[in-house]
């Protein structure tokens, strides 16, 4: 995959010297009720209905992340957003329209590192999604997926009226802690395992991933969410992940002790999660599937997309029927 590298766009990443790699960086400004500076120090911008766009993929499941929270805290007529194509190809993400891609409903823009241009005409680094966009200064405002989470959190309640706090203080500590241990061995494991050099490294890095999976289905067994009866920010983060660990990562990164679907605690989790509000909505099969499969040519050099698994996400007739069956399961042991 390609990058910028002062300002040009470099198809091949494999080409790019060092130096210029060591000088990646990311947009970590941060959007706040009053514009007064956030938690990294940078910039601040005003919370304003209509200011901001977002870019995103589907098939990225830290874009993803985004949606999620955009939907839980019904900013959907508060932040507009466009969606790349599924494919990240020589040129990286591209804006087509098609199936569920929307183009660059801004500026009509043809790739996203343009966008970044636009922000920074020497910008060097990774051209990544999500992308907070400010439509007044015409900047990035971030592009850091967990900072664009916690500013969608709480920066516009005053606008919508909505207070429901995903990452409330007293449970920081522990969210903060989850996070870390899921990032690195299930987030980010995945790719780990998916783009290992060697046996040891692939071996490794599944060992991590599967302990930790398996610590997370024993830690469900008694709660309905990773804190327990509170549905907090570390399930969200996770649950991206979670819903393209079969149709993905099992078969494509080589993930394949286990299925989520053969979890007993885990599986009824994923379905929980995904049948909340609006939830359902931010999910694009397509666009996941095809994303995967057709852009990391190196695992799956003919682009074939498999058809399945088939895997029955939909929500019962009564919700609370997976909670209860959930504590049966945790009786009976």
């Known amino acids: 995959m390609g990058l910028l590298v002062n300002g040009k766009w470099c198809e091949n990443e494999a080409e790019v010297k060092d130096e210029y790699k060591r000088h990646e960086s990311k947009f970590l400004n941060w959007v706040t009720p009053d514009g007064s500076a956030g938690p990294s120090g940078k910039d601040g911008f005003k919370a304003e209905?209509?200011?901001?766009?977002?870019?995103?993929?589907?098939?990225?499941?830290?874009?993803?992340?985004?949606l999620v929270m955009r939907k839980l805290k019904k900013l959907d007529d508060v932040i507009s957003v466009s969606v790349v194509d599924y494919e990240n190809g020589k040129n990286g993400w591209e804006f087509k329209k098609r199936e569920g891609a929307t183009g660059d409903n801004l500026y009509d823009l043809q790739y996203l590192y343009e966008l970044y241009l636009k922000a920074d005409p020497n910008f060097t680094g990774r051209v990544s999604v999500p992308v907070l966009w400010d439509k007044e200064k015409e900047t990035i405002v971030s592009n850091d997926s967990g900072n664009i989470m916690r500013m969608f959190n709480s920066a516009f309640d005053s606008i919508t009226g909505l207070t429901l706090d995903f990452y409330p203080k007293e449970l920081r500590s522990e969210i903060d802690?989850?996070?870390?241990?899921?990032?690195?061995?299930?987030?980010?494991?995945?790719?780990?395992a998916g783009f290992a050099k060697t046996q040891s490294d692939y071996e490794g890095?599944?060992?991590?991933l599967f302990e930790t999976l398996d610590m997370l289905d024993e830690r469900l067994r008694k709660n309905r969410y990773l804190l327990g009866d509170t549905i907090t920010e570390v399930d969200w983060r996770f649950f991206t992940t979670l819903i393209r660990f079969d149709p993905v990562y099992n078969g494509l990164f080589k993930c394949n002790i286990r299925r989520i679907v053969d979890y007993p605690n885990l599986f009824p989790y994923l379905r929980d999660l995904y049948q909340h509000h609006g939830i359902a909505k931010t999910v694009n099969m397509l666009h996941i599937k095809n994303g995967y499969y057709s852009s990391f040519k190196d695992a799956n050099p003919n682009g074939i997309v498999p058809i399945g698994p088939k895997i029955n996400l939909e929500k019962p007739h009564n919700r609370e029927r997976i909670t209860e069956s959930r504590h049966n399961n945790a009786a009976e042991s």
């Open 177 to 192: 802690d989850l996070n870390q241990r899921i990032n690195t061995d299930v987030n980010s494991g995945v790719y780990k």
């Open 205 to 208: 890095a599944v060992i991590r």
């Open 49 to 66: 209905a209509g200011r901001y766009h977002l870019y995103v993929a589907y098939s990225c499941p830290f874009a993803h992340r985004t």
